[in-house]
Nanobody, 122 residues
């Protein structure tokens, strides 16, 4: 499975960005998908996750109400719509996918993308 992110960039505080993640390869093995982020010197943290059906989602407290995760299964793509961005959202954002449940993916993803940088200026 290969995951390729796009859509990162530089934005002013209060602005919006939409990240995309295209999956390829053995995509039949993918169930839950999600997004993580990491800043230098800190651990990678879960931002949002979604089950294969899209019925279940989870969000970090810090982004709830501002970020929305979605997926287009026929296109093998997931998205992260980020609104009302804050400087503290600045990080490298990683697409993640798992072969098991959403809960498992939020702890131990099986696959990672290479990351896309999001920088929010004040």
């Amino acid at each position: 499975v290969q995951l390729v992110e796009s859509g990162g960039g530089l934005v002013q505080a209060g602005g919006s960005l939409r990240l995309s993640c295209a999956a390829s390869g053995s995509i039949f093995s993918i169930n839950a998908m999600g997004w993580y982020r990491q800043v230098p010197g800190k651990e990678r943290e879960l931002v949002a996750g979604m089950s294969s059906s899209g019925e279940s989602t989870v969000y970090a407290v810090s982004v709830k109400g501002r970020f929305t995760i979605s997926r287009d299964n026929p296109k093998n793509t997931q998205y992260l719509q980020m609104n009302s961005l804050k400087p503290e959202d600045t990080a490298m954002y990683y697409c993640a996918a798992g072969e098991g449940t959403l809960e498992r993916m939020t702890r131990w993803p099986d696959y990672w993308g290479q990351g896309t940088q999001v920088t929010v200026s004040s």
